[in-house]
């Protein structure tokens, strides 16, 4: 029987018992070891009456003779950020997908290697939102054999996570079919999330565009289930990550203005990494970055020395910004930042400046210095490759997210565009001490 033909009877049948136990027999590996949700009769996601496509207003900063402009207007393709490791996250909707016959499927294909083609340099990760993909909008299997064979090595060497979230028995058969072109390395890199909140422990969906009618799916999943009781996070007494910025300076015996997370990270980083190339843009392995952060919050102290691993202290430092209860940039700035784009180019460089001044002390003073620091990196781009622009790339989101929505792609250029001006002139910005 033909790959296709397979395909079509497992979409067909899915339902049946017979196939759900022909799946349940077929070995694979490392396709076979993952965790799946409980089936159910509906398990093809949904019925196409129940799932419409989601349609979005195109994004305020997208022009119409845009090549992209009948993809990207639709949001399929997200940039939501860095999860908890400090990796860039790709975000793809199945729900936004228009049906097939009104979809350049190969234009698709053409818009997401263009928006990975920004990232791949770095590590990042992809997360899938399935429900929502029905037999109105389903691409062919021969354009996601085809999608797969088009994202090389450049694509996957650097891609650290696959994250399919609400995954169902059809992805199950796909993967199925799929296994004679599916590596053993990048299967590891394929992670089931059933629930919303399984995601959480990744990254934080709160900074992400999650379309409404995923997240109205997941509320009747957790509905059905048995309610699990919240409980809250006690505030540790060396607490270092999470909390303010003022309330650090206040608990520190000497008042410092920077935060020891900062001090120490910088201190490794200009000591072994400055020229390393990546600095910023590799990942680390993430039980380390856990017991370093836990260790932090505990008044453990921690010397990086003893891990030998530069990425380790950058993503640390990267993990203290992203965790801070306000961007550094504050939230009363972000309005200005996304909209810097309308300032004259004369006077960019006096209107960041003005807008710089109007931060709190310590933001000001943490701003400064980690500037300063990544103006030294951008000294040493011949070798590490971190550029202003590279390094707005990394840290753009990092400083700046908004208070009550997830970042969107429209927001996303404006701020990196804001980090870069502010690299590339830090010397103006920041008057002589």
Request: hydrophobic fraction near 40%; aromatic fraction near 10%; include cysteine.
């Amino acid at each position: 029987m033909a790959a296709t033909d397979l395909l079509v009877d497992l979409q067909d049948d899915l339902v049946s018992d017979d196939t759900s136990n022909a799946l349940g027999q077929l070995k694979l590996s490392p396709l076979d070891e993952k965790t799946w949700p409980v089936e159910r009769d509906d398990d093809l996601t949904t019925s196409d009456k129940d799932c419409t496509p989601e349609i979005v207003d195109p994004p305020s900063n997208l022009k119409w003779d845009d090549p992209y402009y009948d993809i990207a207007r639709c949001q399929i393709v997200e940039v939501a950020g860095d999860d908890n490791f400090g990796r860039k996250v790709i975000v793809f909707n199945a729900c936004r997908m228009p049906p097939s016959h009104q979809l350049d499927h190969t234009k698709l294909l053409q818009y997401l290697k263009h928006t990975l083609d920004k990232y791949v340099e770095s590590d990042y990760s992809v997360v899938y939102f399935h429900y929502g993909l029905t037999s109105q909008n389903k691409p062919s299997f021969n354009w996601l054999r085809e999608a797969y064979r088009e994202f090389d090595r450049k694509y996957k060497k650097n891609i650290k996570a696959l994250y399919i979230v609400h995954p169902t028995r059809f992805i199950k058969a796909l993967l199925v079919v799929f296994k004679p072109i599916i590596s053993m390395k990048f299967g590891r890199k394929i992670l089931y999330v059933n629930h919303l909140g399984e995601l959480e422990q990744y990254l934080k969906c709160e900074r992400m565009v999650i379309p409404s009618c995923v997240k109205k799916f997941d509320d009747s999943l957790q509905a059905a289930q048995k309610p699990t009781p919240l409980v809250p996070k006690k505030q540790l007494p060396h607490q270092q990550f999470g909390i303010s910025l003022q309330m650090l300076r206040e608990k520190h015996p000497d008042n410092k203005t920077i935060p020891l997370v900062l001090e120490q990270s910088v201190a490794y980083i200009k000591k072994y990494g400055l020229n390393k190339e990546g600095i910023f843009r590799r990942s680390a392995n993430m039980y380390l970055v856990k017991e370093v952060l836990d260790r932090y919050n505990a008044g453990v102290s921690v010397d990086f020395e003893s891990y030998q691993d530069v990425h380790l202290a950058a993503v640390m430092l990267k993990t203290f910004l992203r965790e801070l209860p306000e961007p550094l940039l504050t939230y009363n700035l972000y309005d200005q930042v996304v909209s810097f784009g309308k300032v004259s180019q004369g006077n960019q460089v006096d209107t960041v400046a003005e807008m710089i001044r109007s931060l709190p002390e310590d933001n000001y003073t943490v701003l400064r210095y980690l500037v300063e620091f990544l103006g030294m990196v951008a000294d040493y781009s011949e070798l590490n490759k971190m550029t202003p622009s590279n390094l707005a790339l990394v840290f753009g989101p990092t400083l700046m997210w908004a208070k009550d929505a997830a970042i969107s792609l429209s927001a996303i250029n404006p701020i990196n565009n804001f980090a870069q001006l502010l690299f590339e002139n830090y010397t103006e910005i920041f008057p002589a001490k």
